[in-house]
């Protein structure tokens, strides 16, 4: 009886009430899962899909202390935190592509720099390359601007670009990726990184890949993968999705939930 007791302690806080989904998570994903919140509802009265975004990071603690159905993620669950999932529940969590991104650079739309090098990021955001003139540009101070470190996008931005390296204390920490549009758009010499929907009043600067070619984070670009810096969306449950948290994510994968991705402005997963 106890260890029933003890089980039934760790399961309650998953429980969610009769009709409602809780998603949290990255906040690269709130706009879209708000727009798919919205849509399924309409078309679903009876039920409730309550979306809050908080990072990445947030989204995954939030799955693993049992007080959200889906985690929202634009970075992979690292081993630690899918065993943590493993010893509380017994179950592996499921991971599920649902859109795709490509991580943008954005530039005040007055800075003449068109395009930059994987390396020349890196040096710009480890503090090696201060002045926009040692990269084509004008000669003025970088002003950086970053994501929180709980941010998927910040975790995919330090492994993919800095190669795990710390970023320079210069940079600017914003609390999401508006924040940081937000900045660049008024800072003539910023430099900031999020997800491509949200480029809106700043500019895209193209990224060089392998290839030696110059990419815009497109959507054709993202699904080939020729943009540099392309990634999936992703949603996690504890286990293998079931009950009303499988019926709204196999909704945001049908055509219908695929079409919003588009008119969001990220990439549909099919």
């Keep these: 009886m106890k260890r029933f007791l003890v089980a039934l302690a760790l399961a309650a806080p998953a429980l969610a009430m009769a009709g409602t989904i809780t998603v949290k998570g990255s906040d690269t994903m709130v706009i879209l899962a708000q727009r798919w919140a919205e849509e399924y509802m309409k078309k679903n009265p009876a039920r ?3 979306v809050t975004g908080g990072g990445s990071g947030t989204g995954i603690a939030a799955l693993v202390n049992g007080t959200t159905d889906i985690a929202n993620a634009s970075r992979a669950m690292k ?13 592996l969590p499921t991971e599920i592509a649902v859109a795709k991104d490509g991580v943008a650079l954005y530039v005040n739309e007055a800075n003449p720099v068109a395009q930059l090098t994987i390396d020349q990021l890196k040096a ?8 926009w003139k040692e990269v084509g540009g004008p000669d003025a101070r970088i002003v950086l601007y970053s994501r929180e470190n709980s941010s998927g996008t910040y975790v995919f931005f ?39 929907a949200y480029a809106k009043g700043v500019r ?46 196999d909704w945001c994968l049908s055509p219908e939930g ?9 990439f549909p997963i099919k």
């Design 79 to 91: 081993d630690d935190e899918k065993a943590k999932v493993r010893d509380r529940y017994n179950t």
């Design 48 to 50: 409730k899909v309550q």
């Design 124 to 131: 710009i955001y480890l503090g090696d390359v201060a002045n």
């Design 204 to 249: 895209e600067v193209e990224i060089v890949g392998k290839d030696g070619q110059a990419w815009l984070p497109s959507a054709e670009n993202v699904r080939s993968g020729k943009y540099p810096l392309s990634r999936p969306l992703l949603m996690y449950t504890r286990a293998t999705p079931a009950g009303e948290a499988k019926q709204f994510i």
């Design 158 to 196: 330090k492994e993919n670009v800095l190669g795990g390296e710390d970023f320079a204390a210069s940079a600017q920490t914003l609390p999401g990726t508006a924040a940081v549009v937000n900045a660049v758009a008024k800072e003539r010499y910023g430099i900031g990184y999020g997800g491509a």
């Design 258 to 266: 695929q079409a919003i991705v588009t008119q969001v402005g990220y």
